[in-house]
Structure formats: C-alpha cells, structure tokens
C-alpha cells in the first residue's frame, strides 16, 4: 500500500515534465500610462511622451490626499506591447485582472476586446481570436473611476482609487483546458458535503472546453495530498468532449479517513490536483489545476453561537480596507501578506473584509494563516433604483462568490453594508421616492441572498447594518442568515455603555437573531493624549477606553456570535476633516500600519502567550506641571495591558505597586521625575515589559524660571506632539498668577451628537489640524508670568468661518453648522503694550481654515512677564495655540 502511495506521489510530480498545460506570468511591469482620456482612434494612440509605470498602479495616491477637494475621477489609459509567438496559436490566450477600478475597456490592435464593470472583482479577456500571432501586438487598456449610478458603491467613507490597482496575468491555455469563462473563477470547485472528526467527502466539479476541432476521450482526475504529500483521496473519469464544446464533469465524495480539521489554531491545508489528460497511453497532462482544501464545518447553534468543527467559537476580529499610506489601494501581494499576518498576531481569528471583494492573495494568506473570513461585494450605503444597478449587483456577487468559494478561511457573504443611511440623511427625498428605494432594497436584498445560498449553499449570508430601527421595521434583519451591527455608541451617539444595551434589546425582540457586531471604535490620532479622554477628542486614550468596554461588554455577551473592530487599519477618506485629513483614523494601526496602543489591549485579551505591554509606545515624550511647588514631581497615569493575574510597577528600580488586574488591565499613578524615567512592569513568573519616558517637569510657577519651551494647545484639554517639530503642545487652562493660560473667552465646542471641542473641518497649510481646530473664541489676554529676558513668542490662528460651507460625510453625523450667521472678525493684538498687529481680519488676509501663524521676539522687563491682549474691532477675537521659546 505504502509503496502505491509513494509511487503515485512521484508520478504526480514528475508529471510536470510530461505536461503541455497553461502558461501563467503577471503582466505587471513597464505599461505606458496616460491619466485622462485620448483623442485619437485607439490603434493611433501615441505613447511616446506618457509615462511607464508598474502594477499595481494607481492615478490617486497624491490627490486623494492634497489640500484641494476631491481626487481625479475620469479615464486613463495603459498600452503595452506583447509578443504572441506562433506557437500559441490554437491555445486560448487570456489577460486576467485581479482588479480594476471601476470599468476597464480592452482593446488588442486597436479593436475592443471586452468591459468589465466593477472595481473589486477579478475578470478577464479572451484575445485567442484577435491576436497577431509571430507578431506584436498592442493592449490598450481604459479604466475610469468616474461616479456611475449604476455600479455601486455608490458614495462611501473610502476612497474609490482609480487604476490597474491589482496584478494582470498572461494565460495560454491549450485546446482543452478547464473552463476559463466562468466569472474568471478557477473553473474548478472544490465542495465537501460532509465533514466530521472521522471522515470528510470530497467533491471536486466544474466545466472542461475542447476547443479543437475534433471529439476528443479524456481522463480527469483529482488527487488529494496532504502536507507530505501523501495520496489521502483519488478520482477519475473518463469524459468524451464535443468538438468545440464545454462539457461539465464531477468527482463526486471522495472519502478522506480521520481528516486534519482546518481552524485558526491548525489552518491545516491539502492539496487537490486536477488535471485533464489525453485517453491514451503516455499522455501528456493538458491541463492542471492545484487547490488548497480545507477541511472544516461550521454552523451557528441555537444559542445564536457560531461554532467551527463542533465547538463554539467567538469570532474576535477586525475589518480592513486595502490601502496604505503613500500606495493608495496599489498594493502588491507582501502588504496584503502582511497585514494579515499582523491581524493574527493581534491574536484574531477573524476579519471582515469590508467592504468589497479583495485580491485573490488575501483569500490564499487567511487560508493559511487560519482566518475565517466575511467577504462582501460594496452596496453600500445606498442603492440606485435600476434595472442596470441591481444586474450589475447581482452579477458582482456572482463573480465575487465563484472566485473565491473554494476558501475555507470564508465563512461569511455578504452584500449590504449601511444600505439606508442615504435614505436617513436625505430629508429632501419624497415620501413616495423613499418608499419606492425602500422597496428595491428590500427586493434586491432578497435577491441577492437567494443568490448567494444558491451559489454557496454551505456558507452564512450577512448584511452590515446602522443604529437604526428602520433594518427591523422593513424586515431587513430577516433576511440574512447572519445580523452585522456596527455600532458606534458613545462615538456618533450616545455612551459606550449603551453598546450592551442595544445588543440586548435587539436580542429580546428577535431571540433567534445571530449578531455579530461588524464595526466599532472611535477615530483616533497618536498624536493626541488625554488625560480626560473624550468621544471626538480623538486621543489614544480614549481609543483605549472605549475599546476596553466594548470588548468586556462584547465578551460577556454569550449570543453575540462575534465581532469585528473597524478598523484594523487607518485608511483613505477623501471627504473626512479628522485629525488627519483625509483619512478616516479608526484603525487599531496607524496607515503605515506602525501600532496604536490599543493594539496591546487587543494581545492582551486574546493570545495565550505572556503579554505585558506597558501602553505609553506613542507617548513616551510627556509634558506636565509639577504636583506641588518646588516637588520636581509629576504624577500621571501609566496603564498596563496583560493577560497575568497581577503586575508589579518599578520606576527606576524602586517598586511603585503591585496591583491585581481587572479585564486585562491595570492602572500606576506614577511620579514622574524630571528626565529618562524607566518604567518596568512585571508579573510574577519573571516576564516583563519596559518603557523610557522622558518627562519634562513645568515648574508649579514660571517666576522661578527654568522653562525654556512651552508650547500651549489653545482652546484644548489635549495634548498634541508633533513628529515634525518634536514640539508637545500642552492642554490648555486659564490664567493663574505666578503661571499661565488664557484671559477671557472660552474653548469653542459645539453641540453635535456629543459636544465636541473645536471644529470638524481642515485647516490649510499645515499638518498640525488638532492644534488649529481648536481654539479659545472671546479671547482677550494670554499670559505667561515668566522672569524677564528675551523671548521668541509665536501665536496660531485659524478663522472657521467657511462662507461655501462644507461638504459634510454623512459619517461624520455631524450637525455643525456653527459656521452661519457669524460677524467677520477684527481685531488688533499688544504684547506687553505694545501693539503687534493691527486690525487682524482672518478671513479677509488669510481666508477660512488656513493655518496662520506669527513669531515675535520680545522682552520680558521689571518682573511683569509676558501679556498679549486682544482687542476686538469687530466681533471676538481667537487664538488657536501659543508657545513661548526662551532665547538664552
Ligand atoms: C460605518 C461605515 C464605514 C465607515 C465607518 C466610520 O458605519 O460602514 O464605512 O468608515 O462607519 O468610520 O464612520
């Protein structure tokens, strides 16, 4: 038996040598590219003057992100020239697209090949009939970005790049080879009817085409091989083919004894090798296709768990998107490899890959990594009444689904995300339109997921809904297999705590709903510390807080069948005026993927290894004000992130406490001396963690002097350091004597979903947006009591007054309109008496939202400090930040 095995082992891989079968090669490098479109026939496109670029390539890494408003959304064209050796003729030559977004037009020699619409799913192009064969031939290729009704997504807080933003493959196919048509699928499918502990079956189908001439007898067969390459499973049958034909075949339960069940602890993969062969003695293979199986089942049980391979199975995970700082969305297969790698080792078992199909190697990477994965095509937040939006939906899902459904890693379709936002934020909408978008919805949800049961029917159907009671009333929740909240309490709305309570309620009212909590977490800038976090302050503290009580609240919610963080990663916004413009900052990572703290908590909770993460990383650089004067001392916060019972805290060797953790937490007040402090936490069985902060002490009062640099966040009870300047920017306060802080006026808030301190909208000409965006308005002094000398004194200004008011994300939920009805202001500026600047007017030097900026150098005389006074001429005055720098 052994000696069987071993031989057809090497027969399998010697057979390479005995094969014609396909020719796969990336078409990735040197494609002339031209951004727009062109005026001339396409067989007379000139390139000579566009530039060469490589895929994966994008036309909007730079003006995604530039100060102007919007990113080019329109045509542009790549040509590149491909030799088709006589030797192919008779094959079947194919230009395989992993991705484009979002119609691409090809075109050989000049004449139109095919379109495909869509900008998230793979497709390809049959040149066999067109090509020059013993020639050179020309491929001209036009992808356009532009808004179409009729393709979704329709409007979305990402950003939609345009481009060959994916790989391209070159397939030569001989005559007779597995079906290449079908929604650029592999044209081969791997099912398992039946999986248990003691045996799987196995069946593998699809479609073979015969496109010569004759009929032709052929033998398919699959083998399965495990991870020593051993023969566990084996079939064939004999099939006659039509000339010119496609003729389907089945392998049907292939029994597999005692199989190695795949899960994220033991992502164990097989192997099937298809391959089609002549009918007859030494033929050679025609054509060959190699899967990796996985052998796995899952269900939700009726307490609404989901279970994989028999046991119950929180699913723990996050979302992501598929760009990267400085890339865009055109990446290659490393960067997809590696932040998968990452969201496994942030101790996740799951991912939501919101909210479009991703490259096919993120599919093969969560095979291996052990990842279940929601895979969705983008409805979202919309939809278009059409014939044409819902075909084109309908047939998304079905390439969506038939490209990646032999990966075991998926679990999960889905196909709406937030589908009646834009119903909810559309007051001008009619009753009448309202109801008729409605009722499309509904229908096409329906559709949809009959479509999705029928193309994968051992896979759960999942739509993403808002906190909105509209999903119950319209019986959307009951559609899906599978209910996806996200939910942003006590961000957008309400208090984190209402998070249980919803997910309660929802539960009592439908008690066989399956639920996973699909997106949460607040927008979050490393920049930005707290030591009163807020919702919208957008600090990493509160990042912690809030994803502290989601996760215990989550947690202890035995019929939430999962959930998934949103983001794992910072990603493109175009429209969003956060911290950073145009990104959207809710990932647990930064958007070169460097970590947040919060990552630690996430280690902590759930990988089994020690973990003691002291979560300062992005805040090792503090400013404070002494304790008490004359002390030298500063006492702040200091959390811990672990999954031991207890944790001792040293400052500089001499133990601060020893403390019992609490929900994989635990909290220092540590006394921060003046310089390098060495922070070491431990638990009992020697694993530790370190972290030097170096801590500048303020004095409790400046007259003493020693304050060489201070640097004042205006209006905000956030620090803000900037990377650029290595400047902290402290929180504000008002005036004391002996010290510092503002006369007059008040922080600026305004009242949206939660108060929220500053305006939401970016400021121009700087990178420092939170240190503009807030401000103390009605200001009329600023003092600092420091001992004379010379000073350079710099003051910040922003006016937020935007006269074309502003494009609002309806993600942002925001009802700021503080904008309106406010009095140009003027007014004139003294320091220590002596005027400075007269008749200031913002908007009309500098106009709204620009960043602006003043230095002096001044004199501190006769003990009375520094003061600036601000004398309004018309309307309040502001200021944004100050910083004082002592010139020696
Ligand atoms: C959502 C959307 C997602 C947004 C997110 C946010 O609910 O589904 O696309 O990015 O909120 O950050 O507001």
Redesign the pocket.
């Known amino acids: 038996m052994k000696k069987t095995l071993f031989l057809l082992v090497l027969i399998l891989f010697f057979s390479n040598t005995l094969t014609a079968q396909r020719l796969l090669t990336s078409i990735n490098s040197g494609w002339k590219f031209h951004q727009g479109d062109i005026d001339s026939q396409v067989n007379e496109i000139n390139t000579e003057n566009w530039e060469i670029v490589n895929l994966p390539h994008t036309w909007n890494v730079s003006d995604a992100f530039n100060e102007t408003r919007g990113y080019y959304r329109g045509a542009g064209w790549y040509v590149k020239k491909l030799s088709a050796p006589m030797d192919w003729k008779g094959k079947r030559v194919f230009f395989k697209f992993e991705g484009a977004n979002q119609t691409t037009e090809l075109f050989l020699n000049g004449e139109l090949i095919g379109k495909h619409l869509g900008g998230y799913t793979g497709f390809g192009f049959d040149l066999s009939n067109n090509l020059k064969y013993g020639e050179i031939n020309t491929i001209s290729v036009k992808v356009d970005n532009a808004h179409d009704g009729n393709i979704p997504p329709l409007r ?3 950003t939609f790049y345009g481009g060959i933003y994916r790989n391209v493959w070159l397939l030569v196919a001989e005559p007779i080879h597995f079906d290449l048509s079908n929604y650029a699928s592999d044209g081969v499918f791997i099912d398992t009817p039946e999986v248990n502990e003691k045996k799987a079956l196995v069946t593998v189908h699809g479609s073979l085409v015969n496109n010569t001439l004759d009929k032709k007898t052929v033998i398919i067969e699959t083998t399965v091989i495990d991870k020593n390459n051993a023969v566990v499973a084996n079939k064939s049958s004999k099939l006659v083919l039509g000339p010119n034909s496609k003729s389907e075949f089945s392998l049907e339960n292939m029994e597999i004894h005692s199989p190695n069940l795949w899960s994220p602890d033991n992502p164990y993969l097989y192997k099937t090798i298809t391959q089609i062969s002549e009918d007859r003695k030494n033929s050679i293979i025609l054509d060959k296709m190699v899967l990796p199986m996985g052998l796995r089942w899952f269900n939700f049980d009726d307490q609404n768990r989901f279970c994989l391979n028999g046991k119950p199975l929180k699913l723990v995970g996050a979302s992501r998107h598929q760009d990267y700082k400085n890339l865009g969305n055109a990446l290659t297969d490393d960067y997809h490899y590696n932040d998968y790698k990452h969201i496994k080792e942030l101790g996740f078992n799951f991912v939501r890959l ?2 479009y199909p991703q490259a096919p190697e993120v599919y093969k990477t969560c095979d291996e990594l052990g990842l279940l994965v929601w895979s969705e095509i983008p409805i ?2 919309g939809v278009t009444v059409s014939k044409e939006f819902s075909n084109n939906c309908i047939e998304m899902q079905k390439e969506h689904i038939r490209q990646t459904r032999n990966h075991p890693s998926v679990v999960l379709y889905g196909y709406m ?2 589908v009646i ?1 834009s119903l909810q934020f559309n007051r001008r909408l009619e009753e009448q339109d309202r109801q008729k978008t409605v009722n499309r919805i509904i229908e096409l949800a329906n559709q949809l997921d009959d479509l999705t049961k029928a193309e994968a029917p051992d896979r759960f159907t999942v739509m ?1 809904m ?1 906190h909105n009671t509209g999903y119950n009333e319209y019986g959307l929740t009951e559609i899906p297999d599978v209910v996806g909240w ?1 939910l ?1 309490f006590g961000w ?1 709305y309400n208090t984190i705590e209402d998070l249980g309570k919803f997910l309660a309620e929802q539960h009592n009212m439908y008690p066989n709903q399956r639920m996973i909590v699909s ?1 949460y ?1 607040p ?1 979050t800038d490393v920049r930005i510390h707290s030591t009163t976090p807020n919702a919208t302050d957008f600090s990493e503290d509160f990042q912690y807080v809030m994803h502290a009580s989601y996760l215990k609240q989550m947690m202890n919610l035995p019929y939430l069948a999962g959930f998934a963080a ?2 794992y990663a910072d ?1 493109g ?1 175009s429209g969003r005026a956060d911290a950073i413009p145009s990104i ?1 900052q ?1 990932g647990l990572v930064n958007y070169d993927r460097s970590e947040k703290d919060v990552c630690g908590l996430y280690r902590a909770y759930f990988l089994n290894d020690p973990i003691i993460y002291i979560a300062s990383r992005n805040f090792t650089l503090r400013t404070g004000i002494e304790q008490d004067k004359g002390t030298g001392i500063c006492n702040d916060n200091v959390k811990i992130f672990t999954n031991q019972q207890e944790i001792e805290l040293k400052l500089d060797g001499k133990v601060i406490g020893k403390k019992k953790v609490t929900d994989h937490e635990v909290n220092f007040n540590v006394p921060f001396n003046n310089g390098k402090n060495i922070l070491t936490a431990s638990d009992n069985n020697g694993h530790s963690d370190q972290v030097t902060i170096e801590y500048n002490v303020l004095p409790f009062h400046l007259d003493s002097g020693g304050v060489k640099d201070l640097a004042v966040n205006v209006g905000s009870d956030v620090s803000f350091y900037d990377p650029g300047t290595k400047v902290m920017w402290i929180p504000d306060r008002q005036y004391t004597e002996k010290s510092w802080g503002y006369i007059g006026g008040a922080p600026y808030t305004v009242q949206r979903r939660q108060l929220q301190t500053g305006v939401t909208q970016n400021i121009l000409g700087t990178d420092c947006n939170p240190l503009f965006q807030t401000f103390v308005e009605g200001i009329t002094g600023y003092r600092f009591d420091v001992p004379d000398g010379q000073y350079k004194l710099t003051l910040l200004f922003q006016e937020y007054n935007d006269p074309n008011g502003r494009n609002r994300l309806i ?3 925001s009802t700021d309109d503080s904008s309106k009805d406010r009095k140009e202001r003027e007014f004139d500026i003294t320091i220590n008496g002596e005027k400075a600047i007269s008749k200031l007017n913002l908007e009309r030097d500098y106009g709204s939202l620009r960043a602006v900026t003043f230095d002096f150098i001044i004199n501190a005389e006769n003990g009375k400090g520094i003061k600036v006074n601000f004398n309004p001429l018309s309307g309040v005055a502001l200021l944004s930040g100050i910083r004082i720098t002592c010139i020696p």
């Open positions: 979305a807080d990402y919101a909210h979202v937040s995300n937030e936002i993403a808002h996200n942003y957008y997106e977490g927008g949103w983001n990603f916004s959207n809710k993600y942002n939920l």
